[in-house]
């Protein structure tokens, strides 16, 4: 029996996520506290009663995850034995914290400063995202290849369903072609920028400087990584595949496949939504998935 853990990205959060870990574990009321601190406003007054708007800011969304996540594996405590972990984008962090490659401040600095990171270059340059639904993914990677401007697959949620990253007119130019070769959708997401594209790199510069500066350890178990999609424990490689994730597609199909391929037997998500789940099940529709819960006295 081969468990693996996964942790959500961007767009699994929702108001009032983390109240029932706050309001019924001490540890979990000591962590979110010791992460307003850390983060110098009350990151758990948006989370717990915030408005959806609030919650959307992506300074304020990625540390909500990850913080739902991290902090509900540490409440699961003995229960939490993962033989993997993966985490679809920002959720690699919390993976990398839940098998103790990081520890939960740095993790929780790094996403900050992360969040910043992207923030700053979606304000640089207008750009998008867009879902195509029904094509296989080598139609969609020829057709962004020749498309004018900056356009690219970046993430890989599961067969028939891949993101394309870009600057706005190669997007929208990008749909058009897409719906012509037979998408069943092309869709452009409510997202403020290109993650997980070219366009990402002035982020990627300055994440890589944190990540360079913070201390990784050897993790507990493999953590299969969205850069290559395959198991890795080694501390340095883990760091340059960290770094190399804001600009490099997110390999989540692949992961998936690998991790079942590699012996995983079921699959809990750990945070917020149960989007990961359905995806393994676009890939195995038998194969057994769950959420990961606080059991309170």
Request: glycine content about 8%; overall charge negative; hydrophobic content about 45%.
């Amino acid at each position: 029996m081969s468990k693996a853990y996964v942790f959500p990205g961007q767009g699994a959060q929702f108001v009032g996520m983390g109240k029932d870990l706050y309001d019924n574990s001490d540890v979990a009321k000591e962590l979110f506290e010791k992460a307003n601190e850390i983060l110098g406003f009350r990151i758990t007054d948006i989370m717990f009663s915030g408005t959806d708007e609030e919650l959307k800011q992506t300074k304020v969304t990625q540390p909500a995850i990850f913080l739902h996540s991290v902090i509900l594996a540490k409440v699961l405590g003995d229960d939490f034995k993962p033989d993997m972990v993966a985490g679809h984008s920002l959720g690699e962090l919390s993976a990398l914290v839940a098998n103790g490659t990081l520890n939960f401040e740095d993790g929780l600095k790094l996403v900050s400063k992360r969040a910043l990171a992207m923030q700053k270059a979606c304000e640089a340059e207008p750009s998008t995202m867009a879902a195509i639904l029904g094509l296989d993914d080598e139609v969609v990677e020829k057709i962004c290849d020749e498309i004018d401007g900056i356009v690219v697959a970046a993430n890989y949620n599961c067969p028939g369903q891949l993101v394309i990253s870009g600057a706005v007119p190669a997007i929208e130019a990008a749909c058009e072609k897409m719906t012509e070769a037979g998408a069943k959708r092309a869709l452009k997401l409510p997202v403020g920028g290109a993650f997980h594209s070219p366009l990402m790199e002035p982020a990627r510069e300055e994440l890589a400087a944190a990540i360079e500066a913070t201390q990784f350890n050897t993790p507990a178990c493999p953590v299969y990584q969205n850069v290559t999609a395959t198991a890795v424990s080694d501390p340095e490689e883990i760091k340059k595949n960290l770094v190399a994730q804001l600009t490099a597609p997110v390999r989540w199909t692949q992961t998936m496949k690998n991790m079942i391929a590699d012996g995983a037997t079921s699959v809990t998500e750990v945070g917020p939504g149960r989007v990961l789940q359905g995806l393994f099940k676009k890939v195995d529709r038998a194969f057994p998935t769950e959420s990961a819960a606080l059991e309170t006295a």
